[in-house]
């Protein structure tokens, strides 16, 4: 599977923003996306994620009730809505694809497939 991470920007503190991560190739309605993000030095962090094939989400404590993940109808595009953003949430983002997680939705490696990042910025 192909992903293709889009829609970072600059942002002020408290405005919106939409991720989407497109997705082709050999897809499954069973895969799990997830957005990650990482800040300069600091370690990669997992902040949502979503089974496909059955709608379950999850988040992070840092970004719960401000973020919100979703997918399309035909379930080729999965979005990271990201509102009342704060300059803490200035990193780059990530989605990333995986068949199976045994253990921890928002360990890295987990996930198999990664799309490249898309910078946000959150800054007055």
């Known amino acids: 599977v192909q992903l293709q991470a889009s829609g970072g920007g600059l942002v002020q503190p408290g405005g919106s923003l939409r991720l989407s991560c497109a997705a082709s190739?050999?897809?499954?309605?069973?895969?799990?996306i997830g957005w990650f993000r990482q800040a300069p030095g600091k370690e990669r962090e997992g902040v949502s994620c979503?089974?496909?094939?059955?709608?379950?989400?999850y988040y992070a404590d840092s970004v719960k009730g401000r973020f919100t993940i979703s997918t399309d109808n035909a379930k080729n595009t999965v979005f990271l809505q990201m509102d009342s953003l704060k300059p803490e949430d200035t990193a780059v983002y990530y989605c990333?694809?995986?068949?199976?997680?045994?253990?921890?939705?928002?360990?890295?490696?987990?996930?198999?497939?990664w799309g490249q990042g898309t910078q946000v910025t959150v800054s007055s």
């Open positions: 190739g050999s897809t499954s309605p069973y895969y799990h």
């Open positions: 979503l089974i496909v094939g059955d709608g379950s989400t």
């Open positions: 990333a694809a995986s068949k199976i997680i045994y253990d921890d939705y928002f360990d890295g490696d987990e996930y198999d497939f």
